[in-house]
């Protein structure tokens, strides 16, 4: 702790820590660069660091002592204060130094030819968004408006800025990219994300094959994610099936992540997923759901929503489930349909509208023949079923063949 540290150990540990720096520049040695920067690693020599800044109280002096050191003061001057303030779980003020020092450290890779430093502007676009996001939760609690998230959004588009040019700094484009998307994700500002997806797809001097594929699975988790909320579901299913494709298949709890969506998504299209793959993957708030597709069980359905209608809005995917009723209603009709085949093959395409609400009855769905009407004449428009209304006799005719077509990988009336 500080309190037993005397001046001459808080002198060597912030010496030490300049000449680490200074020399991980001068070498380029990113490996060593990296974790000089990285606040949330908590590593134990940061700790030191920041108490024996805590003590001296006068690190702007040796930083300016010597040349080797004053070079990067814009950067390590702000960094300083920002590990003191850090230390002392000061996350507001922490927020604004880390950024200084950010944009200090920008100025300088703009000048730097090569790409060696990359991974290091990666932790400073990583640190940067885990700060701000903790500095918010510290304004919220104290009653402020949190407002750094916002901020950090900002800075790295300036970083996506330096980074969207010629020359191979631009494969360090995606991360950033990835960064962003976690922050408009984290404000429901979601919309932002468009200006960059039209950079890294349409522009010419991005190859999207040449990016990482950590950072390949990442994109297109998320623009899988953004494709679910505006309801293409089979964009968002290639997008989400890519990322589970190529992530890490070590990697369970992303793809969790990447099936809490892809599910939804393969579910409106009429593709079921495995039970043993919802219980793998600790994903069984989805086994009802899928029950009642089986079934043709609206009660089933409309039970599971409810049952776990915080979570499924807190993901986003509640009302692409809750759209699900369409095949719900189809498959219980497609039952009715088999039962009659089986009792009176000749008759079996024509399907009485009082059958169909004795059979919403014993689910305890209480419906009359003008909403039971209004739903099979959906399915028909959406072509879930194949048929037209006798309405004198109150019937369904339905097509002799394939009267309730699959979704083959469809969307609903794609």
């Given at each position: 702790m500080?309190?037993?540290l005397s001046?001459g150990e808080?002198?060597?540990?912030?010496?030490?820590?300049?000449?680490?720096?200074?020399?991980?520049v001068?070498?380029?040695?990113?490996?060593?660069?990296?974790?000089?920067l990285?606040l949330s690693s908590?590593?134990?020599?940061?700790v030191?660091?920041?108490?024996?800044?805590?003590?001296?109280?006068?690190?702007?002096r040796?930083?300016?002592?010597?040349?080797?050191?004053?070079?990067?003061?814009?950067?390590?001057a702000?960094?300083?204060?920002?590990?003191?303030n850090?230390?002392?779980h000061?996350?507001?003020?922490?927020?604004?130094?880390?950024?200084?020092a950010a944009?200090?450290?920008?100025?300088e890779?703009?000048?730097?030819?090569?790409?060696?430093?990359?991974?290091?502007?990666?932790?400073?676009?990583?640190?940067i968004?885990?700060?701000?996001?903790?500095?918010?939760r510290?304004?919220?609690a104290?009653?402020?408006?949190?407002?750094?998230l916002?901020?950090?959004?900002?800075?790295l588009?300036?970083?996506?800025?330096?980074?969207?040019?010629?020359?191979?700094?631009?494969?360090?484009?995606?991360?950033?990219?990835?960064?962003?998307?976690?922050?408009?994700?984290?404000?429901?500002?979601?919309?932002?994300?468009?200006?960059v997806?039209r950079?890294?797809?349409?522009?010419?001097?991005?190859?999207?094959?040449?990016?990482?594929?950590?950072?390949?699975?990442?994109?297109?988790?998320?623009?899988?994610?953004?494709e679910?909320?505006?309801?293409?579901?089979?964009?968002?299913?290639?997008?989400?099936?890519?990322?589970?494709a190529?992530?890490?298949?070590?990697?369970?709890?992303?793809?969790?992540?990447?099936?809490?969506y892809l599910?939804?998504?393969?579910?409106?299209?009429?593709?079921?997923?495995?039970?043993?793959?919802?219980e793998?993957?600790?994903?069984?708030?989805?086994?009802?759901?899928?029950?009642?597709?089986?079934r043709?069980d609206?009660?089933?359905?409309?039970?599971a929503?409810?049952?776990?209608?915080?979570?499924f809005?807190?993901?986003?995917?509640?009302?692409?489930?809750?759209?699900l009723?369409?095949?719900?209603?189809?498959?219980?009709?497609?039952?009715?349909?088999?039962i009659?085949k089986?009792?009176?093959?000749t008759k079996?395409?024509?399907?009485?509208?009082?059958?169909?609400?004795?059979?919403?009855?014993?689910?305890?769905?209480?419906?009359?023949?003008?909403?039971?009407?209004c739903?099979?004449?959906?399915?028909?428009?959406?072509?879930?079923?194949?048929?037209?209304?006798?309405h004198k006799s109150?019937?369904?005719?339905?097509?002799k063949?394939d009267?309730?077509?699959?979704?083959?990988?469809?969307?609903?009336?794609a």
């Amino acid at each position: 702790m500080a309190a037993y540290l005397s001046m001459g150990e808080a002198h060597r540990r912030i010496t030490d820590y300049l000449a680490r720096f200074s020399d991980a520049v001068a070498s380029q040695d990113v490996a060593s660069l990296k974790p000089l920067l990285s606040l949330s690693s908590a590593s134990p020599s940061l700790v030191s660091l920041a108490d024996a800044l805590n003590l001296l109280q006068d690190s702007n002096r040796l930083i300016k002592q010597s040349d080797r050191y004053s070079q990067f003061a814009e950067i390590l001057a702000p960094l300083f204060r920002c590990l003191q303030n850090y230390r002392l779980h000061n996350l507001v003020d922490a927020y604004p130094a880390y950024e200084k020092a950010a944009n200090a450290f920008i100025q300088e890779f703009r000048n730097w030819d090569s790409a060696w430093a990359l991974e290091a502007l990666y932790v400073i676009a990583y640190e940067i968004r885990v700060l701000a996001e903790r500095a918010d939760r510290e304004l919220s609690a104290n009653g402020k408006m949190p407002e750094k998230l916002k901020a950090a959004g900002s800075f790295l588009m300036k970083v996506f800025g330096v980074l969207a040019g010629k020359g191979p700094k631009r494969v360090g484009a995606l991360y950033v990219t990835c960064q962003l998307f976690k922050v408009y994700f984290k404000l429901g500002t979601v919309h932002l994300c468009r200006s960059v997806i039209r950079s890294i797809e349409t522009a010419r001097i991005f190859d999207f094959e040449e990016f990482p594929q950590r950072d390949k699975v990442t994109y297109m988790y998320y623009t899988g994610r953004l494709e679910v909320y505006n309801e293409n579901f089979t964009a968002a299913d290639q997008k989400l099936s890519y990322a589970l494709a190529h992530c890490n298949p070590h990697s369970e709890a992303n793809i969790r992540m990447i099936l809490k969506y892809l599910i939804p998504v393969k579910l409106s299209i009429g593709i079921l997923p495995k039970d043993w793959l919802l219980e793998r993957y600790n994903l069984v708030e989805y086994s009802n759901i899928v029950q009642a597709l089986k079934r043709g069980d609206l009660r089933l359905l409309r039970s599971a929503l409810e049952e776990h209608e915080d979570r499924f809005l807190r993901s986003g995917v509640y009302l692409v489930l809750e759209k699900l009723e369409l095949q719900v209603y189809q498959r219980l009709l497609k039952k009715i349909y088999i039962i009659q085949k089986q009792k009176e093959p000749t008759k079996a395409h024509q399907m009485k509208l009082e059958v169909i609400i004795k059979a919403l009855k014993w689910l305890e769905i209480d419906m009359d023949l003008d909403e039971v009407e209004c739903i099979v004449a959906i399915l028909i428009h959406k072509n879930l079923m194949k048929g037209y209304f006798a309405h004198k006799s109150k019937v369904v005719v339905l097509s002799k063949q394939d009267p309730f077509p699959k979704l083959t990988g469809k969307p609903v009336n794609a």
